[in-house]
Nanobody, 113 residues
Framework: VQLVESGGGLVQAGGSLRLSCAASRSILGITMRWYRQAPGKPRELAATLTSGDTTIYADSVKGRFTISRDNAKNTVYLQMNGLRPEDTAAYYC?????????WGQGTQVTVSS
């Protein structure tokens, strides 16, 4: 399974970005996640979209980020609003296919103050 992220970039504080993660196979019924890792910090689970389409967010992004999926496009999204400098990180898409967690290569998000 290949996961390819896109949509990262440089944005001013308060701005928005939408990240996309395109999968090489169907994501129907697949639990998908967005992780992020800032320099010098451990990887953080930011958002989860379960196989039943329940959403779970880290406290640090709750109310600002929204995870969603388009099964017809095999794509999962992360809409990020109200971005803050502390959201600066590499963002990684991951999905549980069978018992294996597959990862994308990551996309960089930089938020300037």
């Amino acid at each position: 399974v290949q996961l390819v992220e896109s949509g990262g970039g440089l944005v001013q504080a308060g701005g928005s970005l939408r990240l996309s993660c395109a999968a090489s196979r169907s994501i129907l019924g697949i639990t998908m996640r967005w992780y992020r890792q800032a320099p010098g910090k451990p990887r953080e689970l930011a958002a989860t979209l379960t196989s039943g389409d329940t959403t779970i967010y880290a406290d640090s992004v709750k109310g600002r980020f929204t995870i969603s999926r388009d099964n017809a496009k095999n794509t999962v999204y992360l809409q990020m609003n109200g971005l803050r400098p502390e959201d600066t990180a590499a963002y990684y898409c991951a999905g549980f296919f069978g018992r294996t967690l597959f990862w994308g290569q990551g996309t960089q998000v930089t938020v300037s103050s």
